[in-house]
């Protein structure tokens, strides 16, 4: 098999079990990505992931299922990559960030993280991230494109706490309500007033939002006793919340 150049010579220095350099593996779709993902995992903990949790998951799911075979040796590079229609995968450092984000919800702290809204379902990549986190995952998707795609990606890892839906998530999905969390994977310039409708008390919403109309910013609002307390984050790139179906 022809060997691809860039992305297997970062695996062939890599010492064997015994010390020996170990031979450079070629790398394509059925190969074992194991490795790379690994190596994925220990540069998010080195990028202040502390979640064992979310490691876990990260470690688990196998991202280069959820992309274009031509992709897959790109799979465990922290980039988004592209999904078709003009969408992309997130980041493994944000998937991760924003997971992260969710398990430290008061609720989630005390009781483990229970219903999530995904808003954005892409291929497919989070809501399987999620599944490992959450007990049920509810994911919306505007596009019928890629809601089948991600049927099509999902299908093998027989995840049954995933429910994919067809939708338009501004309107979020009241009939799973109320969520112990609700995630965007797309940002607008204001947070619906469905999501902060449909979160439990003791959840958290975590979504990027361009609240100034300029730079978009990780937002986390928490759903408490007392109402709601809004943090802005980090800056953060995510493709646009549109409202509609297509
Ligand atoms: N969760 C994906 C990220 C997909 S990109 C992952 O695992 O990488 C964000 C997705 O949000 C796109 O597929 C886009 O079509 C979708 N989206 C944008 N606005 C939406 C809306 N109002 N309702 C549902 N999905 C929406």
């Given at each position: 098999m022809q060997r691809r150049?860039?992305?297997?010579?970062?695996l062939a220095g890599l010492p064997g079990p015994g010390g020996a350099p170990r031979a450079p593996r070629p790398v394509g779709p059925g190969l074992d990505f194991s490795a790379v993902r690994a190596r994925m995992v220990q540069k998010l903990a080195a990028g202040g992931i502390a979640s064992a949790a979310v490691l876990r998951a990260m470690g688990t799911v196998e991202r280069h299922r959820f992309v274009d075979g031509a992709l897959a040796t790109q799979a465990y590079e922290d980039t988004s990559l592209p999904i078709g229609l003009?969408?992309?995968?997130?980041?493994?450092?944000?998937?991760?960030?924003?997971?992260?984000?969710?398990?430290?919800?008061?609720?989630?702290?005390?009781?483990?993280?229970?219903?999530?809204?995904?808003?954005?379902?892409?291929?497919?990549y989070q809501a399987a991230v999620l599944s490992l986190l959450a007990r049920e995952v509810y994911t919306l998707e505007r596009l019928h494109g890629l809601y089948d795609k991600a049927r099509e990606n999902l299908r093998p890892f027989r995840l049954t706490n995933v429910h994919l839906l067809f939708g338009d998530g501004m309107l979020g999905y009241a009939r799973g309500a109320p969520y112990a969390a609700i995630i965007a994977a797309a940002g607008g310039d204001a947070v619906p007033p469905s999501w902060c409708e449909q979160l439990a008390v003791g959840g958290r919403l975590v979504a990027p939002m361009a609240l100034t109309g300029r730079q978009q910013m990780l937002l986390v609002i928490d759903k408490t006793a007392q109402g709601l307390k809004q943090s802005v984050l980090e800056p953060v790139h995510f493709v646009l919340l549109k409202s509609g179906i297509a």
């Open positions: 150049p860039g992305f297997p010579a970062r003009g969408q992309t995968i997130s980041k493994p450092y944000a998937v991760a960030r924003m997971c992260e984000l969710l398990l430290g919800a008061e609720g989630a702290r005390t009781g483990g993280l229970g219903r999530v809204l995904e808003i954005g379902t892409g291929c497919g």
